[in-house]
C-alpha cells in the first residue's frame, strides 16, 4: 500500500499550545436558580481545510513521529509513522476515486474498532466523500435502512459473513454500487486501484473542502425511534476537538518525558469513540485500536498497548469495580480491598475539597494510608489496564460521585462528560484543574448550556450539528430551534455552572398519582450493585413505581461461590430467598435516593439479561424502554395484578 507522499503544505496544521488556565464558566440566573452556563473558546474556530488535510499536515509537520500502532498477529502492535500514514490514507483515497467515488458520495463502514477504520474514515475525506459508520452488530434491517436512507453508494464491512447477510437486500439498494471486505484484502486491493492516478487528484478534492463541508452521517441509536442521520461537517469535528484537546491537556499533551496514548475500543460507529479517533490525529497522540471487548483479548490488548488514557461507558467502570472486589474476595482479601476503596474514595473528595477552596486536601494519615494501599490494591488495578492508565474519558450515562472519587483516589483520574451524537460527542466536561464529582462538569469551550423552563437541557455552539439528513426534503433539514438544540435530556445547573443529568423528558413517568418520576438516578443505583445487571423502572399511569431487575450471572455465581453454593441456572435463581433478599436491600437503598411516591414499591427479577441481540439494549449500552416493555408485557402487568 505504499506510495510516494507529495510536498503538500500544511493547511490546518495544529500547534501545540501552553495548557491553559481555569476559566470559571459565565452564568445567568433567572428566578433564582442558574439557567445557561458558557465558556469561550479555548481555540480558534478553523476557517479553511477539513479533516482529510490532517495526515498529510502531520506528514510535512512531524513525519517520523509514530502516530499509530497497528494490532498484528499474535499480540504485536505495529508502529505507523505520520509520514506512512498519510501514505496509505492517499493510496486508499486514490483508490476510491479511481473505481469511481464522486465528491459527496456517502461510502458507509461496519466494522470493528480496528486501524482499517480510521484509515478509510480520513481516506474518504481526502478523497471528498461522506463516511456513514454502520454498527457491526446492527440487524440486517438497520443496515439497509442506514444505507438506503444515506444514499451510500459503497459498503465497506469487515466480514464476509456481514456482506453475505446483506445480499438477499441488495436489490433494495440501488445506490450501492460498490461492496468491499476488509478481511478479502479489499481496503489493500483498492489502495493498488489508485496506483495510476496522479496524488494531485487527491490534492484537488481536498481543495474542494472546508469547513461546512459534510463529513458524516451518523445515525441514532433509535432508542425513541427510527434512526435518524445526524449530518456533522468538517467544522463541527474542528470545533470539538481542537477545544477538547486543550482543555483535557492531560490527555493530549505530555506534560512528562513519559509518551501520551489512548487505546480506542468503544465503537467507532459511535460519535465518542470517532471524534476521540479524530482528536488523536489532530493532537498527534498515538492511537490504537482494540476490536474485542472480550475480557481476555482487551486485557492483553491492554497489557502490549499500555496506554495512558482510555474511553469508557460508566457500564465499564462499574464492572471493573465489582470484578476486582470479586476477586479480592475470592482471595481472602475482601476486608483489605474495602479498606483501600473507603479509603480512595476519601481520597478522591478531599483532593475535590481542595481545588474548590473547601478543604486543605488530604490530611498527613489519608495520604499515608493511601500509600500502604497502593501497591496492594490501586496499582493492581492500575496494571490491569496496561500499568501506565492516568486518564479516562468517560460518558454515556452518570458515573456517580462515589466510583468517581474512588478511581481518582486509586490514580485514574476521570473526566466525565456529556453530549449527544447531535453534538459531535461532547458538549460539557470535567475541567482538569476543578472536576466536580458526580456532575458531567463545565460546557466544553464555546458551548452555552441553558435550562429550559420544564427542565429540558438545550445546546448552542460550533460542535452542533447542521442538521438532520432527509432526503425527501432534498438533504440536512435544521435540528437546531433558535440556534439551540433540544437535547431531550433533563439536567440542572449548580450555582458554578456544573451540569448534572437527572434523567430523559420521555422517559419521565407520570403515576397515576400525577407524581412525576425520573427513572434514571434509580436505574443507575441499581446498575451499579454487584448482582445486578440492568434495571428498568415503571410506573408510567400506574398506581405506583415499580421495576425489572436482570441479574449480573457473574457477580451472582460469584456470590453463590463465596457461600459454598453449586452454580444452578438462572431461572432457579428466582426462588432463591437469600438471593431476593439481598435485591430487596438494593432496591431500598435506591428508594432513599427519591421521595416515598416516587420509590420502587414492588420488582420482579427476569431470567434472563437485557442483550443488544434481543433488542433490548442500543450498541452503547442504553436501554430500548418500549422493546423491553412489549417483550416483558406479561411480568409487567403482574406487578400490578391484585
Known amino acids: 500500500m505504499s506510495t510516494s507522499l507529495p510536498s503538500f503544505a500544511a493547511s490546518a496544521a495544529f500547534d501545540d499550545a501552553p495548557a491553559p488556565v481555569l476559566v470559571q464558566p459565565e452564568t445567568r440566573r433567572l428566578d433564582g436558580a442558574v439557567r445557561e452556563a458558557f465558556v469561550?473558546?479555548?481555540?480558534?474556530?478553523?476557517?479553511?481545510?477539513?479533516?482529510g488535510d490532517l495526515p498529510f499536515d502531520n506528514a510535512v509537520a512531524v513525519p517520523d513521529k509514530v502516530l499509530l500502532s497497528r494490532r498484528a498477529e499474535q499480540g504485536r502492535w505495529t508502529d505507523v509513522t505520520a509520514v506512512r500514514f498519510a501514505e496509505e490514507v492517499l493510496a486508499v483515497a486514490k483508490g476510491l476515486i479511481a473505481e469511481g467515488l464522486m465528491p459527496g458520495d456517502r461510502i458507509a463502514v461496519m466494522a470493528r474498532t480496528t486501524y482499517e477504520w480510521t484509515l478509510l474514515d480520513f481516506a474518504a475525506w481526502a478523497a471528498g466523500l461522506v463516511t456513514v459508520p454502520v454498527y457491526p452488530t446492527s440487524s440486517v434491517f438497520q443496515t439497509r435502512w442506514i444505507l438506503q436512507d444515506s444514499g451510500a453508494v459503497a459498503l465497506v464491512t469487515e466480514t464476509v459473513a456481514q456482506a453475505a447477510a446483506l445480499g438477499p437486500e441488495r436489490e433494495r439498494l440501488p445506490d450501492l454500487h460498490h461492496l468491499w471486505v476488509m478481511e478479502k484484502g479489499h481496503v489493500e486491493h483498492l489502495a493498488?486501484?489508485?496506483?495510476?492516478l496522479p496524488d494531485q487528484e487527491v490534492e484537488?478534492?481536498?481543495?474542494?473542502?472546508?469547513?461546512?463541508?459534510?463529513?458524516?452521517?451518523?445515525?441514532?441509536s433509535g432508542t425513541t425511534g427510527r434512526p435518524k442521520g445526524c449530518a456533522l461537517t468538517h467544522g463541527n469535528f474542528f470545533a470539538e476537538v481542537d477545544n477538547a484537546i486543550e482543555l483535557l491537556y492531560p490527555v493530549f499533551k505530555s506534560r512528562t518525558s513519559e509518551e501520551v496514548s489512548v487505546l480506542l475500543f468503544l465503537p467507532m460507529s459511535h460519535v465518542f469513540g470517532r471524534m476521540v479517533a479524530v482528536a488523536c490525529v489532530r493532537a498527534r497522540v498515538r492511537l490504537g485500536h482494540a476490536p474485542s471487548l472480550q475480557a481476555e483479548d482487551l486485557l492483553s490488548d491492554l497489557a502490549a498497548f499500555r496506554p495512558t488514557c482510555l474511553l469508557a461507558i460508566p457500564y465499564m467502570l462499574e464492572k471493573v469495580y465489582n470484578s476486582a472486589r470479586a476477586k479480592a474476595e475470592e482471595g481472602g482479601r475482601l476486608t483489605m480491598f474495602d479498606r483501600a476503596a473507603a479509603i480512595a474514595g476519601r481520597y478522591g473528595e478531599a483532593v475535590e475539597a481542595k481545588q474548590h477552596g473547601t478543604g486543605s486536601g488530604p490530611g498527613r494519615a489519608l495520604a499515608m494510608a493511601r500509600a500502604f494501599y497502593d501497591p496492594l490494591v490501586y496499582r493492581r488495578l492500575r496494571n490491569a489496564?496496561?500499568?501506565?492508565?492516568?486518564?479516562?474519558?468517560?460518558?454515556?450515562?452518570?458515573?456517580?460521585?462515589?466510583?468517581?472519587?474512588?478511581?481518582?483516589?486509586?490514580?485514574?483520574?476521570?473526566?466525565?462528560?456529556?453530549g449527544l451524537t447531535e453534538t459531535t460527542a461532547a458538549a460539557t466536561v470535567t475541567p482538569p484543574l476543578k472536576p466536580r464529582l458526580g456532575t458531567v462538569g463545565w460546557p466544553l469551550p464555546g458551548t452555552r448550556v441553558r435550562i429550559a423552563a420544564d427542565g429540558e437541557v438545550l445546546i448552542s455552539g460550533e460542535?452542533?450539528?447542521?442538521?438532520?439528513?432527509?432526503?425527501?426534503?432534498?438533504?440536512?433539514?435544521?435540528?437546531?430551534?433558535d440556534g439551540w438544540l433540544h437535547t431531550g435530556d433533563i439536567g440542572e445547573l449548580d450555582d458554578e455552572g456544573y451540569l448534572s443529568i437527572t434523567g430523559r423528558k420521555k422517559e419521565l413517568l407520570i403515576t397515576a398519582g400525577g407524581k412525576s418520576v425520573a427513572p434514571a438516578p434509580m436505574e443507575n443505583?441499581?446498575?451499579?450493585?454487584?448482582?445486578?445487571?440492568?434495571?428498568?423502572?415503571?410506573?408510567?399511569?400506574?398506581?405506583?413505581?415499580?421495576?425489572?431487575?436482570?441479574?449480573?450471572?457473574?457477580?451472582?455465581?460469584?456470590?453463590?461461590?463465596?457461600?459454598?453454593r453449586h452454580p444452578v441456572p438462572a431461572e432457579l435463581l428466582l426462588d432463591d430467598d437469600d438471593l431476593m433478599a439481598i435485591l430487596q436491600r438494593a432496591v431500598d437503598e435506591a428508594n432513599k435516593l427519591v421521595s416515598r411516591p416516587e420509590s420502587i414499591r414492588r420488582f420482579a427479577v427476569l431470567p434472563v439479561d437485557f442483550t443488544e441481540a434481543d433488542g433490548h439494549l442500543t450498541p452503547s449500552m442504553k436501554l430500548r424502554r418500549e422493546q423491553i416493555m412489549t417483550d416483558f408485557a406479561e411480568e409487567i402487568e403482574a406487578l400490578y395484578a391484585g
Do not use: K
Open 192 to 196: 493498488e486501484a489508485g496506483t495510476q
Open 525 to 564: 443505583w441499581l446498575r451499579s450493585h454487584p448482582l445486578i445487571s440492568q434495571a428498568l423502572v415503571l410506573g408510567d399511569r400506574r398506581p405506583y413505581v415499580s421495576a425489572l431487575i436482570t441479574l449480573d450471572m457473574e457477580g451472582v455465581s460469584h456470590w453463590r461461590r463465596m457461600n459454598g
Open 463 to 481: 460542535q452542533v450539528l447542521r442538521g438532520y439528513w432527509d432526503p425527501a426534503a432534498g438533504g440536512v433539514v435544521p435540528a437546531a430551534v
Open 204 to 220: 484537488i478534492r481536498r481543495g474542494m473542502l472546508g469547513p461546512d463541508t459534510l463529513a458524516t452521517l451518523i445515525y441514532t
Open 40 to 51: 469561550p473558546p479555548f481555540a480558534p474556530p478553523v476557517s479553511h481545510g477539513s479533516l
Open 385 to 418: 489496564m496496561g500499568g501506565r492508565v492516568r486518564y479516562i474519558i468517560c460518558g454515556g450515562s452518570p458515573l456517580g460521585r462515589r466510583l468517581a472519587a474512588f478511581y481518582a483516589g486509586a490514580g485514574i483520574e476521570v473526566y466525565e462528560g456529556y
